[in-house]
């Protein structure tokens, strides 16, 4: 149990004391149900992800079963343990094509190394993201890759307990290996972009739901960049792209009417090439000319960005390095290969300059080969 943690109770349901099990003894679901205080029924909800079972009620199972080293289908599990050959990976929400890129590299490297993958869809909700990972335990995967982390990094630790090894893929925990870029850098680089086209006046923009981490760093490398250059902070701007409205520094207001008023800005750092693309798209909807009226620029490099018709300036990752990466630092914690501390590897950047920003389009793409090997390990 974690310093801070609420103590758990010591009997529930029935449960007739808090005696220690035999050593010889493997715990049961009866166990888990006894220390955390809740019913039998309640446990099989928390294990199977159903919905409705109340998030104190969750905590306390999970960390019953960290405590008690529970594994579902242990039989089965010891019988198949070493031989398993399937990876799970949670994504955050596949409909954006950020993720849906890294799916595919993903279980391209995946494959390549003899595993395969099932994948679960979170939807960048918290709640399906810790019941994801109970299903995928139930699957016995022999190890789990994350492509974002919407729970709190506590819960997803003590959900995750010490039954299988974990990788973070383009988003970063502090208690496992973790493969990304430098978010803050990453920013600095596309805010700074558009400072040495000439822009003064630079708004953020960043949608509804994002991992935090991810937006905090990013936020701060656009405010970094202002700071160096000696400019004032622009607009803080939340947009759900396609909505008529968008939030500036707190306030409701029209897109069209924003996009119009030349006084807030005259370039934009899109959060990522998602909200980019979308920003674009309705920009043109709008009547509004870009790079003429505003530049933008982003993050990422996903394919939409790279047509012709869209030509996002952006901050490009390496999708496929990062694919390899990740799955090879997890079959490597599977094997065994590779113990002790946790591994940050931090991914390659490049600045792609296109219309968005330019005027002019550019077919560059720096990260082509799926072998580009990291910049930093630590």
Known sequence: MRKGDPPLPESGDGAKGDAPLPRSRRPTIIDVAQLAGVSKSTVSAVLRGTPG????????????????????????????????????????????????????????????????????????????????????????????????????????RVAVGRHVPVVFATCRGEWADSVCIDDTQAAYLATRHLIELGHRRIAFVSPESMESLAHAERLDGYRQALRAAELPAGPVMTWAPGDSMI????????????????????????????????????????????????????IDNISLARLRAVSLTTVAQPFGAAAKESVSLLIRRISGELSGPPTLVTLPLALIARRSTTGRHSTQQPFEALDVLPTAVR
């Not at 079963?65 to 949670?90: C, F, H, M, T, W």
């Not at 390549?112 to 995967?141: M, W, Y």
């Not at 309705?282 to 620029?297: K, Y």
Request: proline share 2%.
């Open 53 to 156: 079972t109340s998030h104190k009620a969750v905590e306390r199972v999970r960390r019953a079963i960290v405590e008690l080293d529970y594994q579902p289908n242990n039989v089965a599990r010891q019988l198949v343990g070493a031989q398993s050959k399937l990876i799970g990976v949670v994504v955050g929400d596949l409909s954006n094509q950020f993720f849906a890129e890294m799916a595919v590299h993903v279980e391209r490297s995946a494959t390549q190394a003899g595993f395969s993958t099932i994948f679960c869809n979170t939807l960048g909700d918290p709640d399906r993201e810790l019941a994801a990972v109970t299903r995928l335990l139930q699957q016995q995967v022999a190890g789990i890759l994350f492509l974002s982390m919407e729970a709190s990094a506590d819960l997803l």
């Open 247 to 298: 939030e500036v520094d707190g306030a409701q207001r029209g897109l069209k009417e924003v996009l119009a008023d030349r006084r807030l800005f005259s370039g934009v750092f899109a959060v990522h090439d998602f909200i980019g693309v979308a920003l674009l798209d309705s920009a043109g909807a709008l009547g509004f000319a870009v790079p003429e009226d505003f530049a933008v620029s982003s």
